[in-house]
């Protein structure tokens, strides 16, 4: 069972997770949970990081004390809730990410889990004590704390429940479950019983925030059959059946479309007339992989006359500054005419499974964004997805056009 931050933001709430997790146990099965920091608080956290005020010019930044400081909102939640789990007369003890151990390589402040040894913890619950494990939180081969990025206890839970071959691994949050597309934009949006991991990957980075999604990742590769369902219940009351997240196979109701997602981090930058001959991408995308600046849609066009093309593509709205800074380094080098940025940009996808044998796809969302009128400035493809780029302003109308044109406000 693993509890989000909302779920775990005070301590009426934490007494009500700790209904939920007795409740389990009442069933004779052993429970390990994991849980988030208190709502607000990482942010709070990662403020005062920046507060103690900018690196000193050549030192290298101090992402491992970065850790130890965001780890600890997750430090006091294990603990509050073993307390109480405590105070209802159950057996229960908290565990830090260093005791379990969930060993993670040195990449601070974006660690990954390289392995759990279960001993100890199955040792544990074979005793019958509640495992409540820190999330978010690992330890790296030196011994010194490491964090998972945000949103990393999702991660955590599904990392244990591999680890210890759980039946299943249910995450908690202040939804019921996973949604065709966000209910704050489109109050007809329906809640999904089943989603396979593939369109779940696809819907956490197109920007769903349900679920981390470094943890559907680690789910669909150890098969870890993961729930998502509402720990917003009251006393007594059962939490529901959520979302399954499964494989494919596992889902009778297909579907062509699943789900319509948005984000508004992205940035899109645009190059005029770059020279057209080989090397070129090479070189600006090269030059941003090198400082780490992830790059997601990109599309390139012949310029009018033909010796010069212009690029398009889009960046994280935290690394646009730095993205140009780069490009404009490179001009001199590179010899295009202009660089400008937009940051007013939405990105909006449709995903579905289904669209792997279906042809008409991406002319019902074409279409269905031309009747509204919204422009597209960039597209981009996968197999399971079609995404494009649109004036941040027309978000709205275009996630609800779309998810009436695929029938999901039908479903
Ligand atoms: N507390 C961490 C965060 O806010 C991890 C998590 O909640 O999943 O990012
Ligand atoms: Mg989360």
Request: a negative charge; aromatic letters at 4%.
């Amino acid at each position: 069972m693993k509890f989000g931050g909302t779920s775990v933001a005070d301590l009426e709430r934490i007494r009500r997770v700790a209904r939920l997790v007795a409740a389990e146990v009442e069933t004779g099965k052993r429970v390990a949970v994991v849980v988030s920091a208190m709502a607000g608080k990482t942010n709070e956290l990662v403020a005062w990081t920046d507060g103690c005020g900018p690196a000193a010019q050549g030192l290298p930044p101090s992402d491992d004390e970065y850790d130890a400081i965001v780890a600890s909102g997750e430090q006091v939640t294990a603990g509050l809730l073993a307390m109480t789990l405590r105070n209802m007369g159950l057996n229960a003890r908290s565990w830090m990410g260093w005791q379990v151990p969930i060993i993670t390589d040195d990449a601070h402040g974006r660690a990954r889990i390289d392995e759990i040894p279960p001993e100890k913890l199955v040792a544990a619950m074979d005793r019958g004590e509640i495992a409540v494990i820190a999330g978010f939180q690992g330890v790296d081969r030196e011994g010194r704390i490491a964090t998972l990025g945000r949103g990393g206890s999702d991660t955590s839970a599904v990392a244990i429940a591999a680890a210890v071959g759980a039946a299943c691994c249910d995450i908690y949050t202040d939804v019921d479950g996973v949604y065709t597309t966000d209910p704050r934009i489109e109050a007809k949006a329906k809640k999904l019983a089943r989603i396979s991991y593939e369109e779940m990957l696809e819907m956490a980075s197109l920007g769903a925030k349900v679920l981390q999604t470094r943890s559907v990742e680690l789910a669909m590769a150890q098969r870890v059959p993961v729930r998502v369902l509402s720990s917003f219940v009251e006393p007594g009351e059962a939490p529901g059946q959520g979302t399954i997240v499964c494989d494919e196979e596992e889902i009778v109701e297909k579907r062509i479309v699943s789900g319509v997602a948005y984000s508004r981090d992205e940035a899109k930058i645009s190059l005029l007339g770059l020279p057209d001959h080989p090397g070129v991408s090479s070189t600006i995308f090269g030059r941003l992989a090198d400082a780490n600046v992830n790059v997601d849609m990109i599309v390139q066009s012949r310029a009018r006359d033909t010796n010069h093309a212009n690029m398009e593509f889009t960046v994280g709205k935290r690394d646009a500054a730095r993205a140009v800074k780069i490009v404009e380094d490179a001009q001199a080098e590179i010899g295009f005419e202009s660089v400008a940025v937009n940051e007013d940009v939405a990105k909006v996808s449709v995903i579905g499974v289904g669209m792997r044998s279906h042809a008409g796809v991406a002319k019902t969302m074409f279409t269905a964004l031309a009747e509204k009128g919204v422009n597209i400035q960039v597209i981009s493809t996968s197999e399971i997805k079609i995404s494009v780029l649109i004036d941040a302003a027309y978000t709205e109308l275009a996630v609800r056009a779309l998810h009436a044109a695929y029938g999901l406000d039908q479903l």
